[in-house]
């Protein structure tokens, strides 16, 4: 094997020459491919003169996978080092791969290399090959050229140009870090490995900011002042871990920090340069490193965000209080959202392979790449952003129906069945037809009446199937001829269309429903049967409840005894089926205590022909057709519609107190049945319904120390009146004041037992403040009715069971007005002016006129004047008299009240 380099240089830049005899010669057969070296950084820099001495860089490249999987074999292979480019013709560039070493001395003529055999391994096809590369000589600026390396083996002259370029770089000026800060759970290790940890680059740069090498000799050490917490990954496992030369040869270094236990802790790593390095103005640089510990979660929760679309998802089954998702196998990007939990502290998801199945699995806070997972589950850790919430994708391998995923959010355990977690299960998406119209079967219309019908076409999902063709059939009783009508399905699914109409004599007809589409199979929905009679309304229809039930052929029984009683659902979910009575002439029901939650009245229908009845009922009452104790209020209806076949069941559930009905109708006959409901009472005494209480009147005004009493009152979820009760739990209601008003006794805040009177009532006084102003009463209940059960009924989805969780807080304003002055008696001043006397003063307000007495001095009769002075709002008077010329005493009386003034001398 021998070395050989080629050049000529031209005004500072070398041409590329060919190497002409490898071409040449290469038979048909031979491989001519190419490759591009990645160079290091590349450090040409001098002090004194002198060239610094720096380790090589590092240089690789990947041979073509064009060679076939054949080798270029170490004992056959020679090579040409060519340098095209360089600054300067005083410079050397020097390769050194597979342990060949190979130099071109761009001034000069090339010098034998490694002879034949001289290099340690083969080139391999699809392999990557590294080696070195430096420069000898103080020439700075742009470097390029070809490695050629070629191989006569069996033959055949296979040839590769590796094409190579670098710029070298300066002295060290400065340490870069790739991250400030590195935040971690606080984890243990396990076996001294670390389970959570964080790489971050350490790059030496120069002057103007490129990495650079360091010189032979020079390094950096890595020190934690405390290390038994946070560490770094070394041969030791300590700090302080020492960075050579050698791990700085292309400027970069990765430090591995980790959490070393689950103690919480914050240090300061710090990066000191060694050798030459602060001769060159090289500082240390630092980071902060911390651990946190898991937040106090209780508000976990893990819900599915993509796919999110509703006919790619649907709600699955979920193993306890998990949430549970049902996803198309289409479907392999799974994105789950775990919110609430502590911003700042730690967290730990588990990414939980129920099935078997190759994934992916990254998050959006701390963990960038993708933790590939085989067959087993994958654990992520990290700290929680400000937003309190973790983005979790999840990327499956192909999967089939029956696989499934889930997060575990809770920091804790690896299942997935908490409240905080999720799963998805897959289904392959099926097609079926349905039918809405009829919405029941048996159906009843007249005679030779045309039978309107529509549905869709639709997959699991929801999505719809357009341009399906729908046939409906049916089958007639008495036997004929069947029925027949297509459709063809919108772009929505939908279908529509009318039955032609059934002779006059058929008494039913069973109408089924499929439908076609290429590539398509498409399940046919269930048969509607249509009953047909003269009327279109039932011969007869009887119903069946508790007690007295009109059953009778129809007849109604007169005088009804009982009734059906049942209890409101105050929890706002239904419970059984009641079995207990209210007897109408006593008022009284013999309840065994309800100690079923018996809230459904069952209501069993039967009608000839087999009719749909609708069910509606007064206010407060709802339906349902199902009585299983799972029925929530937000889920109850106020009309339902089912076939009177007698098999078919109504319940009727009341959300008011006292007499509740139901009407029953199909066509023109309607049937109405009555039940009483009532509130649960333990005991007869705790009041379980107890959800609420309001408070009469909401603003009072009172005089000042002027007694109030307000009126508090017990209500249901509903808004009914609870009475002869006392709230579950030692439940109270204190009632505090602020401002200018007092609850009696009198103080500022007073407790009274949660028990009410037959009218559902308790009083409590309140007192006006001696001084006006403002005050407010603020009542607040206490114990698990009023508090934490305290809820009212929305008949909606939002709540717990269709009940909003309330306050159980009810405020009172006081207003206290400034108190009215009031007079025993007129008072009287008196003003002499030019031979006048102006009288002045304050009558008693609202009574009569002013009358002034006169009696001269040393007299004891007073006499009346005749005139009096009118008494101006809001009780001034002002009048005039001549002065008399002598002294007198003057006094003042109110009409009708008796009270005279003080007495005033008027001297002559």
Known sequence: MSIKTTKRLALGVIASLVFAPLVAIAPASALTASATATVGAVRVSTTAGVQDA????????????????????????????????????????????????????????????????GFNGDFTENVAVTGTIKVTGTATGTY??????????????????????FTTTGAPASISLSSATVDLPAVDDNGGNFVVSKSVTVSVLDAAGNVTQVGSGDSIAATIADNTNINFTNASGTSPLTISDSDLSDGTHAVVIGSESATPDSETVTFTPAGVLPSLGVAAKTLA??????????????????????????????????????????????????????????????????TDNNFTVKDDTSNTTANAADNANVTLYGVVGATGAVNVTVVMAAVTAGDTIGIGGNNADSDITDASDSKVTYTAATYSVTVATPSVSPYLLANSTPVAMAGKVADTYGNPVSGAVVTVTGTVTPAGTALTATATTAADGAWSLTMPASAATTTSVSYVAAAVKTGLSVSAASAIVVNFNASGSPDTLTYTMIGDSDSAAGTALDPITTY?????????????????????????????????????????????????????????VKFSTTCAGTETVATLKDTITIAASGSNAAYAIATKVGANTVTMKSGTTTKTATFYAYNYKTAGSAGDAVRNFTVSPTSLSLKPGQFGVLTITATDAFGNVVK??????????????????????????????????????????????????????????????????????????????????????????????????????????????????????????????IIVYL?????????????????????????????????????????????????????K
């Open 54 to 117: 720096v380790p090589a860089a590092a240089f690789s490249f990947t041979m073509p996978d064009a060679l076939a999987g054949d080798d270029m074999i170490d004992a056959g292979t020679s090579a040409v080092l060519t340098v095209t480019t360089a600054p300067s013709a005083t410079a050397d560039v020097t390769i050194v791969v597979n342990g060949g070493t190979l130099t071109d001395d761009v001034a000069a003529a090339p010098t034998a290399g490694v002879s034949a055999g």
């Open 144 to 165: 390029a050229g070809t490695l050629v390396i070629s191989d006569a083996t069996n033959s055949e002259t296979d040839a590769i140009t590796v094409n190579w370029s």
């Open 289 to 354: 490193a911390k651990t946190v510990g898991y937040g106090v979660e209780t508000s976990v929760a893990t819900t599915l965000t993509t796919p999110s679309a509703t006919n790619l998802v649907k709600a699955g089954t979920a193993a306890v209080d998990e949430s549970a998702y049902t996803v198309d196998t289409s479907v392999k990007t799974l994105v789950f959202k775990v919110a609430g939990y502590v911003p700042g502290a730690a967290y730990k998801i588990t990414v939980d392979q129920v």
């Open 564 to 620: 059906p009683a049942s209890l409101v659902p105050y929890t706002g979910v239904t419970g059984a089926i009641s079995d207990e009575l209210y007897t109408v002439s006593t008022g009284a029901f013999d309840s065994d205590g309800f100690n079923a939650q018996e809230t459904c009245v069952l209501l069993t229908a039967t009608s000839s022909p087999v009719a749909q009845l609708v069910f509606t009922g007064s206010a407060g």
């Open 724 to 849: 002869s009760v006392t709230a579950g739990n030692g439940g109270t209601i204190t009632a505090t004041a602020a401002g200018q008003v007092l609850v009696e006794g009198p103080t500022l805040s007073k407790a009274v037992s949660a028990a009410w009177d037959a009218n559902g009532q308790i009083m409590i006084g309140v007192i006006g403040s001696q001084t006006s102003g403002t005050g407010t009463i603020t009542l607040k209940g206490t114990g698990v009715q009023l508090a934490a059960a305290a809820g009212a009924a929305t008949s909606s989805t939002a709540g717990t069971n269709g009940l909003t969780a309330a306050t159980g807080t009810s405020t009172v304003n006081v207003t206290v007005p400034a108190a009215e002055i009031v007079y025993d008696k007129p008072t009287l001043q008196v003003t002499k002016v030019d031979g006048k006397i102006l009288l002045s003063g304050t009558a008693v307000e609202g009574e009569g006129d």
């Open 855 to 907: 009696k001269k001095v040393g007299t004891t009769k007073w006499v009346e004047q005749a005139a009096t002075i009118e008494v101006a709002a809001p009780g001034d008077f002002n009048g005039l008299r001549k002065a008399p010329k002598f002294n007198v005493l003057v006094r003042v009386k109110q009409e009708g009240t008796g009270l005279f003034s003080n007495q005033v001398v008027i001297r």
